[in-house]
């Protein structure tokens, strides 16, 4: 089931409830105690500039899969604040930075540093950064992956302790698989139906989403159900295939305009359509596909930022969903966003 731990930052009390959080999300993914302690200094000190720069925030701590190694998860922690930003970015991630003589000596630099992954956006309308934890530290050095990018962001309704969606991506040969599930309702029973579409995935992900869907429909028969979509992209076609079953809206980036993707109505594991319509497009470099749940306003208005789309999937999503909100109208359901992206070059996506 999806564990997300969403945790409001407005003074320095609840800094140490973000310590906590990251440090239950580590032991639960069996992170080693350096790992954990890793992990639990960068989001102190994400928390901390929350307080201190940005008149508060929000923070999640989520469990994701660990890209290029089946079976394990890691700690992906983010921290969302509604500005004002950061004046100078690339002083700012000067190993060492620090604005104040109340920082804990950490400094976003650091961040970049010892986390498996780190990136940033920011903007007047604020900040996100996101931080992930695998099981070993990345080599110094050692360039990420290359190829298409994805990631996501899962925030449960009401700070609830799981949520009834989940999003996840598998690779398989010149596939990449990213998933999201909506499992119906809300709270343990709904996050037991998108864990059971997630699990699937991960067996199925060397079809195409059209048979994956289809794999879906009896895992998720002893569960609530789910509105599920699937995304593929084939590196070796250069083409993207999308498939969806119930309320999952998703968006296509090409050029300078978003198209709609359309899911067809139905319920995974309850009510499965006799046929799956399936959205075959060109996967070009600079693409981006956007997937998300119902909780989304219903006239949620991607940006167009450019230097946005160049960013970790991770952060993209957060940066969504902040925008589709608001610090004073917060998300109105379990709320997940998840993408696929091309594969820029990009400063901030090397490990130092």
Not at 248 to 270: D, F, N, T
Request: glycine residues 10%.
């Amino acid at each position: 089931m999806a564990r997300v731990w969403d945790i409001p930052v407005h003074d320095s009390t609840r800094v140490r409830d973000v310590r906590v959080a990251v440090e239950a999300a580590s032991t639960h993914v069996r992170l080693g105690p350096h790992r954990t302690a890793v992990a639990a200094l960068v989001a102190t000190e994400l928390a901390t500039n929350l307080v201190k720069h940005a008149n508060g925030g929000r923070f999640l701590v989520d469990l994701v899969d660990q890209p290029g190694v089946t079976g394990t998860s890691g700690v992906q922690v983010t921290a969302i604040d509604y500005g004002p930003g950061i004046r100078d970015i690339t002083a700012a991630m000067r190993d060492g930075y620090t604005t104040s003589e109340a920082s804990l000596g950490a400094g976003l630099g650091t961040c970049l540093r010892i986390s498996s992954e780190f990136d940033l956006h920011s903007t007047p309308r604020g900040t996100v950064a996101v931080a992930r934890f695998h099981q070993e530290p990345a080599r110094r050095g050692e360039r990420r992956e290359q190829g298409p990018r994805a990631g996501g962001i899962n925030v449960p309704l009401d700070r609830a302790e799981h949520s009834g969606d989940a999003w996840s991506f598998a690779r398989s040969g010149s596939r990449l698989t990213l998933m999201l599930a909506d499992g119906l309702g809300h709270g343990a029973r709904a996050a037991h139906a998108s864990g059971a579409a997630v699990a699937e995935l991960h067996r199925s992900a060397h079809l195409p989403p059209e048979q994956i869907l289809r794999h879906m429909h009896p895992a998720l028969r002893p569960t609530r159900g789910a509105a599920v979509a699937v995304a593929q992209i084939d590196t070796d076609s250069g083409e993207l295939a999308f498939a969806g079953v119930g309320n999952i809206g998703a968006r296509l980036h090409v050029g300078a305009s978003w198209e709609h993707l359309i899911s067809h109505p139905g319920i995974v594991g309850a009510q499965f359509p006799a046929t799956v319509p399936v959205r075959r497009l060109p996967w070009r470099p600079g693409n981006l596909l956007v997937m998300h749940s119902d909780g989304l306003p219903s006239r949620w208005v991607p940006s167009d930022d450019a230097d946005l789309f160049t960013h970790d999937p991770a952060v993209i999503a957060a940066t969504f969903l902040r925008d589709a909100s608001s610090a004073a109208s917060p998300v109105r359901d379990d709320t997940s966003v998840a993408v696929l992206a091309s594969d820029p070059v990009d400063r901030h996506h090397e490990l130092a």
